[in-house]
T-cell receptor, first 112, second 113 residues
Framework: DSGVTQTPKHLITATGQRVTLRCSPR?????VYWYQQSLDQGLQFLIQ???????AKGNILERFSAQQFPDLHSELNLSSLELGDSALYFC???????????FGSGTQLSVL | GDSVTQMEGPVTLSEEAFLTINCTYT??????LFWYVQYPGEGLQLLLK?????DKGSNKGFEATYRKETTSFHLEKGSVQVSDSAVYFC????????????FGQGTTLQVKP
């Protein structure tokens, strides 16, 4: 158990809809990262937050947004969903130096 | 841009065979290098890392040496077990101010008894 909790584990929705993925980091970790894993793109870095502030941004679509709340949990919002957004979305957390990332078990999103 | 290239899988081995999974990277400067492992239905776990040239990372019988001259970080294990069956990801971290990792495509390892 990595200590990182992601909910829900599975999400099935339709095109055009909006969903929210939730992540609770390990106790004491200030950084949260979001990754998208798909068969064709592999593991793609989306965004990182550190103590509530955006720290780094990757290949995140404009339809996607994230935030980190004062209690350090994070949410990834995906809107106007398309079939191609179907993927496994991972959250990870780390301490301030980012030497080691701890990954959650992921949220499997299926857009039908 | 920065990138990581891994050998394509799946790699299928018999128990106690020798394992090599090739990984090469493209990056300027001196990135840190990592191997992560993903067991079925789970998130990724750090397997080993190396932060500078000629460093050797090791864990659970796995080893990898940071070779700057060949920009490589190949994963090796002398004798694999069925329990090593998983997906292995090579990754680099460019910026020490962020833990952002750039991953390779992943290599699936299947070990048969």
């Amino acid at each position: 158990d990595s200590g990182v909790t992601q909910t829900p584990k599975h999400l099935i929705t339709a095109t055009g809809q909006r969903v929210t993925l939730r992540c609770s980091p390990r106790s004491g970790d200030l950084s949260v990262y979001w990754y998208q894993q798909s068969l064709d793109q592999g593991l793609q870095f989306l965004i990182q937050y550190y103590n509530g502030e955006e720290r780094a941004k990757g290949n995140i679509l404009e339809r996607f947004s994230a935030q980190q709340f004062p209690d350090l949990h994070s949410e990834l919002n995906l809107s106007s969903l398309e079939l191609g957004d179907s993927a496994l979305y991972f959250c990870a957390s780390s301490g301030h130096n980012g030497e080691k990332l701890f990954f959650g078990s992921g949220t499997q999103l299926s857009v039908l | 841009g920065d990138s990581v290239t891994q050998m394509e899988g799946p790699v299928t081995l018999s128990e106690e065979a020798f394992l090599t999974i090739n990984c090469t990277y493209t990056a300027t400067g001196y990135p840190s290098l990592f191997w992560y492992v993903q067991y079925p239905g789970e998130g990724l776990q750090l397997l080993l890392k190396a932060t500078k040239a000629d460093d050797k990372g090791s864990n659970k019988g796995f080893e990898a040496t940071y070779r700057k001259e060949t920009t490589s970080f190949h994963l090796e294990k002398g004798s694999v077990q069925v329990s090593d069956s998983a997906v292995y990801f090579c990754a680099l971290r460019k910026n020490s101010n962020t833990g952002k990792l750039i991953f390779g495509q992943g290599t699936t390892l299947q070990v048969k008894p």
